[in-house]
């Protein structure tokens, strides 16, 4: 029985009896079978509308109402139950049909957007995805991070437009980004080769900006930026937005401009982070309508743990828009740990390793020798080895060996050595 629904009954009966006036407040008591359809099935709105309808009744002979006065108010109680009882059917029926919606979409964007690791190589990754359309949980917005033979590669990127062309158009974009990073050498080509496809695939107005980032070796990130949104390094206490040197137009659009996109190298050292993000992130507005501070709200919570910042950073921009962004935001933030912060476990450790051979370790990591675990391991993108181990059976070692994982000291992060 709905309690509210029942309650509200109860009321306009205690204000008929203690008022004295007869039926005047008895209509009052088709509100609790209305209520009851915004929150229950049919079988509650009925039990509300025939408790209503008796109470009705009740009074209406209690006072001596004229019959042909009763029979009406009496009446009316039952139609607006029974309208109820069908409303309340209804609005079943249409939440059925909107949590299948949102299964597919969920099923839709964890095929699209792969859930992300919290290690990957030699990095500590962290990702927060929001959709305007929280109803679909899907947007254009699109990230994805691989471990290639040539180091980690990542894109961060926005569709234009929306809706379901967007979605199509961003699974475009991940499909070839994710075949071409473990294939092409180059980052260049990587960016040729999703630029090819998409003036196939486009319309004239449509364009796709992106970063698209790589780490072949330690200390360098290699970056290109679509006309995207400039990522943001942070270095010690700094906060500093990533300006391409030589801009490059959106993807889709290079045969109208004629641009050709360069390589920016990024000097990225211990400790370092590299916050990626969309443009619904910076043009979130407060009911001021002022933008969201990104660069500022970033220096306030960043931390050593990427998964702790982004979700203090997405709390705060919720905070800033009063509970609901308008556009879909994608965060992605990469951290390289310390050589110091990757301590020797338990299980194959060698206590008498140095400084110098745990760095020669880490830098095999670096190389390209990942692995990541098997739900991430699809179309050769992740090295998985069949002499892989338990989890934590193993830390590392001395030098590389097959099967051996490292796992940093306060962070949770894994650099997984391949064999």
């Known amino acids: 029985m709905p309690v509210l629904p029942v309650l509200i009954v109860c009321v306009v009966v205690v204000v008929d009896i203690v008022s004295g006036t007869g039926m005047t407040w008895v209509p009052l008591l088709a509100a609790g079978p209305a209520l009851a359809a915004t929150t229950n099935g049919p079988r509650g709105v009925l039990c509300v509308g025939l408790l209503a309808a008796a109470l009705g009744a ?20 039952v139609a607006v139950t029974l309208a109820s009882a069908l409303a309340g059917m209804l609005r079943r029926r249409r939440e059925r049909v909107l949590a299948a919606v949102r299964s597919v979409a969920e099923a839709a964007q964890h095929a699209l957007l792969k859930p992300v690791p919290a290690a990957v190589g030699p990095f500590q990754v962290a990702v927060r995805y929001s959709a305007a359309a929280a109803e679909a949980r899907i947007g254009g917005d699109l990230y994805a991070l691989v471990a ?119 000097p990225f050292s211990d400790g370092d982070q590299l916050l990626l993000y969309t443009d619904g992130v910076t043009e979130a507005r407060d009911h001021g309508r002022e933008f969201y501070p990104l660069a500022s709200g970033l220096a306030r919570h960043v931390c050593e743990e990427p998964g702790r910042t982004l979700a203090a950073l997405h709390d705060d921009l919720l905070a800033h828009v009063g509970g609901r962004l308008h556009d879909d935001a994608a965060l992605l933030l990469l951290r390289k740990p310390a050589v110091a912060d990757v301590v020797v476990g338990s299980g194959c450790e060698d206590p008498a390793a140095s400084d110098a051979e745990q760095a020669e370790a880490v830098e095999y990591a670096q190389d390209g020798e990942y692995a990541q675990d098997d739900e991430y391991a699809e179309d050769g993108e992740y090295a998985s080895p069949a002499g892989r181990v338990a989890e934590g059976a193993c830390s590392l070692p001395s030098r590389p060996r097959p099967g051996c994982s490292g796992r940093s000291g306060g962070t949770g992060t894994q650099i997984l050595l391949g064999g």
Do not use: W
């Open 148 to 266: 290639t033979p040539y180091g980690v590669r990542l894109i961060v990127g926005d569709v234009r437009g929306k809706g379901l062309p967007a979605v199509s158009t961003a699974a475009l974009v991940l499909g070839i980004f994710r075949e071409a990073a473990y294939d092409e050498p180059d980052l260049l080509a990587v960016i040729d080769r999703i630029e090819r496809s998409l003036a196939r695939n486009l319309g004239p107005d449509d364009f796709v900006t992106a970063v698209v980032a790589g780490y072949p070796s330690p200390g360098r990130l290699e970056m290109v930026n679509c006309g995207h949104a400039p990522p943001l390094l942070v270095r010690g206490s700094d906060v500093v937005a990533v300006e391409p040197t030589r801009p490059a137009p959106p993807l889709g659009l290079r045969a109208l401009s004629g641009e050709v996109p360069s390589l920016q190298i990024l």
């Open 58 to 77: 009740v009074i209406g002979i209690r006072d001596n109402a004229p019959g042909n006065n009763l029979a009406v108010v009496v009446a009316a109680l």
